[in-house]
């Protein structure tokens, strides 16, 4: 089974930069995953951040487009997200997430990691 863990949460100032880590462990050779990173904040609901897919195409949210980069090493089943020029309203609880893509020895499954926590606050 796939285990996600997060890291590399905290406080920030406005305007200041934050990397995300998420490392994956389970990750069958045969399977394709896309990995997302989601965010959540009090009272509201999950929201979609970025994507970088199996075909290694990235997909961002508008609201962090142009601020916010999501990486995948080839070498490594891993996905980071650089933040910079942080707002108070990117404060959330960020989530890792993988989908295994259906194949012919795959199904299709997705994973949560138990998120790291990002506040942004003068």
């Known amino acids: 089974e796939v285990q996600l863990v997060e890291s590399g949460g905290g406080l920030v100032q406005p305007g200041g930069s934050l990397t995300l880590s998420c490392v994956a462990s389970?990750?069958?050779?045969?399977?394709?995953?896309?990995m997302t990173w989601y965010r959540q904040s009090p009272g509201k609901e999950r929201e979609f951040i970025a994507e970088?897919?199996?075909?290694?195409?990235?997909i961002y949210a508008n609201s962090v487009k142009g601020r916010f980069t999501i990486s995948r090493p080839n070498v490594a089943d891993a996905t980071f997200l650089l933040m910079k020029n942080l707002r108070i309203e990117d404060t959330a609880m960020y989530y890792c997430?993988?989908?295994?893509?259906?194949?012919?020895?795959?199904?299709?499954?997705?994973?949560w990691g138990q998120g790291t926590q990002v506040t942004v606050s003068s």
């Open positions: 389970g990750f069958r050779g045969v399977c394709s995953y896309d």
């Open positions: 997430r993988v989908e295994q893509n259906p194949g012919v020895f795959c199904s299709r499954e997705h994973y």
């Open positions: 970088f897919n199996a075909d290694r195409e990235t």
